[in-house]
């Protein structure tokens, strides 16, 4: 499991460094505000790019929304979007154009650009999103990126009371890819001050 195998990790740089005490539940944290970061910084990079990291494949989800008038709710996993469009009730589909919410009624009332059927806009408005122009839809199809799922490291206490043994029936494995293991270990290890020598990260790298 990845959340076991950061768990190692960081024990092992941690003996080789300061040695100092961390209680499973605080490297669950850095690990978890890793993934966080991570992403975020991902996120960036693919708003700037158009190029989705294979870090975040398997994080993106499509997902069909259901319109009540010119509304589809905001999915509770979502957390960036990748893409949007929308169906008629012959489900012919339209891609959508994201207006900011500022810039909404100018773009709604504009005699220039007015939102068309064949040319929609969408904005994000109070957990929901509102499409225009109204009455031509009946389903949004949203492709995001979901929210990670918190990863946590069970364990059961060995019979000297001091000592953690790790348990896979306790724990929640992280959704990312093995191969974000390095980025999220380095970061997670600098969340919790611990020193990450290059001849260590190498060997890392290479037993991955």
Known sequence: MLINDLHEAIRLLNNQGQSRYFAPEKIDKAINDSVRSLIEDLMDEYQRTQ??????????????LPLQGDFAGVPADYAHATGYSVLDNSNNVYKLDFVNSGAWNTRVN?????????????????????????????KMELSFIKQPVEGVWGYDVDADGETFVFSQSKSTDLDMPASAFIEILKRAVSYLGVPLREEVLVQFNMSK
């Open 51 to 64: 190029r989705l990291s294979d870090y975040l494949l398997p994080l993106e989800i499509v997902r069909l």
């Open 110 to 138: 504009s005699r220039v650009v007015p939102p068309e059927k064949d040319y929609p806009i969408m904005r994000l408005n109070e957990n929901r999103f509102q499409i225009a122009p109204s009455g031509e839809y009946s």
